[in-house]
């Protein structure tokens, strides 16, 4: 999966498929938030703790959030089943338990083009 989502990056993919996640219906607000937080940040991930927080939701909302993330990526016709959420956002686990998202370049600039920022 790795060297595929590499080559789908070096190829300009990721940023079509990413356009195509955010644009084939209208994204809810909730995901929307998400998406606003880890933009505003720049950089920088985010624990999921902090990104519960900044969204004004519970770690177990945030859970379903990116859970239907996951649903609305793996419904969009573009895309590889086998991608789910790493299509969007980098995920790291933290050392000390809990997780981390970081928006990948990619998702960033779709997010630009479908005048989401």
């Known amino acids: ?14 940023v079509d ?3 195509a996640v955010l644009s084939r219906i209208a994204v809810p607000e909730w995901q929307k938030l998400v998406y606003k937080a880890l933009y505003d940040v ?4 985010l624990t999921g703790a902090e990104l519960a927080h900044v969204t ?4 177990q909302q945030l859970s379903g959030i990116l859970g239907a ?11 590889d089943g086998r ?17 981390s998202y970081h928006l990948l370049s990619e ?11």
Do not use: C, Y
């Open 69 to 79: 993330l996951d649903l609305r990526i793996h419904g969009t016709k573009q895309i």
């Open 1 to 14: 999966m790795g060297s595929a989502r590499a080559a789908e990056r070096r190829s300009g993919n990721g």
């Open 42 to 45: 720049g950089d920088r991930p």
């Open 107 to 117: 998702a960033r600039h779709a997010r630009e083009e479908e005048r989401l920022v």
């Open 83 to 99: 991608v789910g959420i790493s299509l969007v956002f980098e995920v790291r686990e933290e050392p000390g338990g809990g997780w």
């Open 56 to 59: 004004g939701r519970t770690i």
């Open 17 to 19: 498929a990413s356009r």
